[in-house]
């Protein structure tokens, strides 16, 4: 089953501890904002996903089923 | 009508004064004192400086942080020592905005890990200059030095003036040593003043050779050709008092934030000897040990004001209180943090806010994490048996940017090869 990491950018205040730990998953933007790069998640990131959702300060992460908008995005 | 201390439960009301030197000297106590002040409540009341809530918790600070409708970030200092408003972290949302948008890129991760090149040749320069000696005073040789020259650097300002605004600097948050509270505010108003001088020499002289063609490529010129938002949304160019503001609020949060980060790390893995010995043995394990001595030690304690009442904590807090949020305490929160008075280098997850949180979280953390990154890599390569030199104490200063004055360390030498 594909997985998806999506960020939730009302949530996110761009601490940027996914993108310390994660870069192969996760870049940044201009503004230091997390920039998804592997849709879906690989099978061998997914470890690495589960991670970065937990170390969230803001808990905005998510490893989804499906890719969809998180609700306040 | 804003709170009154008859207005609080007494039993919320406690004796503290983030500023009482008392609180670090002769030894530092601060961990210990707001770890009392948190078993008291998630929010409890100094009647120092007219009265203020001191929010203890995770939950309750990070709330805060990510509320600015409610909780202005004007004043963040309970003293004005002259200072005025510093720009743009006095500054709320809608306004504050544009002045994030234009200074974010400036601090992006992606420029900040293009510096780690010359960051790692000045720390290992420095590093150079006293490992042959056996002892540091590791405050003037390295953990000012570093974030120092960097700072110069990345704004294109003469080395040399160092020493000058170094000192001033200092002034203008702590006062002199030995100064009575009354004195202290009179230097640190003069000091504020001598620093206000300065970045309008740099800005006029900047000017001066924009006219004649010789513009540099540094945050100073990016700074200066800002355009912001008005509360009108009409766009305009900063005034050379609000350019002041923001190089003096870049100044005090680049440098002494790094400064005293470097120095608890030392402090902290030179006691903490099984831990060190993980960063020692593993430079992979360095960036998560990073962010856990920025938890164990977060030595902001900013302040916000609320624009309505509202319930928090198990208190009501009024329209006009003053809050003092003290990461320290909430970084050390139990309900977020196993065994929170541990330092475990391993720590995940690691939610701690010493960044801050919300529209006005730290600007500068991508750069620091790089510099405290590249110094504790280095560090331990070359030194990694520094002890606490039990002749010479360190001098921890209090304040709402808790430091260190001198952290003498020992070590054995390293014979030039």
């Known amino acids: 089953m594909d997985r998806y990491l999506t960020v939730d950018r009302g949530a996110c205040a761009g601490h940027g501890l996914c993108y310390g730990a994660a870069p192969e998953i996760v870049d940044c933007d201009d503004q230091g904002d997390p920039i998804i790069l592997t849709e879906p998640v690989p099978d061998g990131m997914v470890g690495q996903a589960e991670h970065v959702v937990d170390i969230c300060p803001e808990r905005a992460l998510a490893l989804q089923e499906s890719l969809q908008e998180s609700p306040s995005a | ?417």
Not at chain 2, 99 to 123: D, H, K, S, W
Not at chain 2, 306 to 325: F, H, M, N, Y
């Open chain 2, 1 to 417: 009508m804003p709170t009154t201390r008859a207005d609080v439960r007494p039993d919320l009301v406690v004796d503290f004064d983030i500023y009482d030197p008392a609180l670090t000297m002769p030894v530092d106590r601060m961990q210990e004192r707001t770890a009392e002040l948190a078993k008291v409540g998630p929010i409890v009341w100094s009647p120092a400086y007219g009265g203020h809530w001191l929010v203890t918790a995770y939950d309750e600070v990070h709330e805060i942080l990510r509320d600015p409708a409610t909780f202005s970030s004007y004043p963040n200092n309970l003293v004005d020592a002259g200072q005025g408003k510093f720009l743009p972290i006095e500054l709320d949302p809608p306004e504050h905005t544009s002045y994030r948008q234009a200074l974010q890129p400036l601090f992006n991760p992606t420029r900040m890990r293009a510096l780690e090149p010359r960051i790692r040749e000045l720390v290992v320069e420095l590093i150079e200059k006293f490992q042959g000696a056996g002892r540091v005073e590791f405050v003037e040789e390295f953990a000012h030095e570093l974030p120092t020259t960097v700072f110069l650097a990345l704004m294109g300002w003469p080395l040399e003036d160092a020493p000058m605004f170094t000192e001033a600097t200092e002034i203008a948050m702590n006062g002199k040593p030995g100064d009575t509270p009354e004195q202290a505010v009179a230097s640190r108003t003069e000091a504020a003043m001598q620093m206000f001088g300065y970045f309008m020499q740099i800005i006029h002289t900047r000017r001066a050779a924009a006219e004649a063609g010789e513009e540099l490529d540094d945050i100073t010129t990016a700074v200066m050709k800002t355009r912001i938002k008005d509360a009108e949304g009409v766009e305009r160019d900063l005034t050379d008092d609000e350019l002041a503001r923001m190089f003096f609020l870049l100044l005090i949060a680049g440098l002494h934030t790094v400064q005293g980060t470097l120095c608890w790390m030392m402090l902290h893995l030179s006691t903490n000897t099984d831990q060190r010995d993980t960063v020692i043995a593993d430079a992979d394990a360095i960036p998560a040990a990073v962010e856990e001595v920025l938890r164990y030690e977060s030595q902001i304690a900013m302040g916000r004001r609320a624009v309505r009442d509202v319930e928090i904590g198990g208190v009501t807090i009024k329209a006009d209180d003053q809050l003092l949020l003290l990461l320290c305490s909430a970084n050390r929160d139990d309900s977020q943090f196993a065994d929170p008075q541990s330092l475990q280098v391993d720590r995940t997850p690691n939610r701690h806010l010493a960044f801050g949180s919300g529209p006005h979280r730290c600007i500068g953390s991508h750069l620091a994490r790089v510099e405290l990154r590249i110094a504790m890599e280095e560090i331990h390569k070359r030194i990694p048996d520094y002890r606490l030199d039990p002749e010479d104490p360190a001098v921890v200063l209090p304040s709402q940017v808790r430091g260190f004055a001198r952290l003498p360390l020992l070590f054995t030498p390293v014979t030039s090869s």
